[in-house]
């Protein structure tokens, strides 16, 4: 039994929207058992129906735990089942078996207070929480849960209740790197003797030696302002202290403008440069709002589109969670249904087609019909499957999206095609996911260093005065 298993091991209890949010999360405790109450397995089995994540997520669970109860008797099941981290993340090769699962197979003793009603799943769960802390006393009983209110009840009854952490990236949000990093300001100074410079198809390359590049990783922007301005872009790290630079265009300047616009402060000209970068695939752009995240994307999107011919389409997708209350369902097609939720897209396209030289208002709505029609909104429920081919995929509101959702969409991109994710993850409005584990900082974090992928935090807004001072304040 339970308390016969060594005492260097703990007993995590699982709630049931850990296993919703991360079907891998039964494989995730190391050598740690892990205990599932009956209640746990009723709210999967309603939560199975479907097309949601969620209910995907579910249906994953339901056949892992199908998979370890195959072909075993009640004797094994009440001494615990082997877990096998192995065979359900490739990444760990040779893993041996962790802990062991345990299932309700007895009706454990109802510690529950009786100020906390038992008909609730959650009371339930505490209930029986509290029955195998009292029974096993000689090991660590820890309720896990992404309920914020459920760990607030366990603690207020005496029990161990943690978070679900395995999904967090980051310990702390404010370790997530910007994309770019301020020089010393005597570098030229410093590496003046060792500095090799070059030319090569009208770029102008630097070789560093001696630097400490410890930090530096390509694609990362670099910047210093005295005593002279310089901008440029880790291409290569060679080896420790070496490292190859490439300067970057200053799409500050009206001459460099894209889709006649141009960028207000030195972190929109990273953007840009990102963006229109034809050996980057992947660019990911966080920022609050006003900071010119989605104006940016489009006007490069469109210039390599239109101009360039370097894309078919530009296809645009979003998480469909309302701010306020839900105004119910949306009629027309795929595309009219997704069209109220690109506001932000229309406001923009409302200023890049003002930009192509003026015209009068018949001819501004010709530019913003041509623009629309190059443009295909899509809905994320219907990306399995699917794959783009030289397409300018845009995925906004990208902080509301779960590390596997994100995984599901990059790997829909194939020849030709360039994905740009935006997002602030300080707005983030889906359940159980947080600034650590949203799946934009998850990708963020896992793109680092990837030569072919690119990321810029914009800090400063440029909206208005009001917009920017709100942000502040509010």
Known sequence: MISQIRENRCLFVLDTNVLMHDPTALFRFMEHDIYLPMIVLEELDAGKKGQSETARNVRQV????????????????????????????????????????FLQTREEDDELPVRLPGSRADNQILGITLGLKERIRDREVILVSKDINLRIKATAVGLNAEDYHNDQVLDDVSLLHTGHEALDPTFWETHADSLESWQEEGQVFYRVHGADTSEWYPNLYLHLDEPAPFTAVVRQVENEGTAVLESVANYQQERHAVWGITARNREQSFALNALMDPDIDFVSLLGQAGTGKTLLTLAAALTQTLEQKEFTEIVMTRVTIPVGEDIGFLPGTEEEKMTPWMGALMDNLEVLAKTDGGGGSWERAATNDLLQSRIKIRSLNFMRGRTFQKKFVIIDEAQNLTAKQMRTLITRAGPGTKMVCLGNIAQIDTPYLTETSSGLTYVVDRFRGWPHGAHVTLTRGERSRLAEFAAEVL
């Open 62 to 101: 339901s056949r892992f735990l199908d998979e370890m109860l195959s072909d075993v008797d009640i004797g094994t099941i009440n001494e615990g089942l082997a877990i096998h981290s192995a065979i359900r993340d490739p990444d760990e090769h040779n893993a041996k078996p962790s802990g062991r699962l």
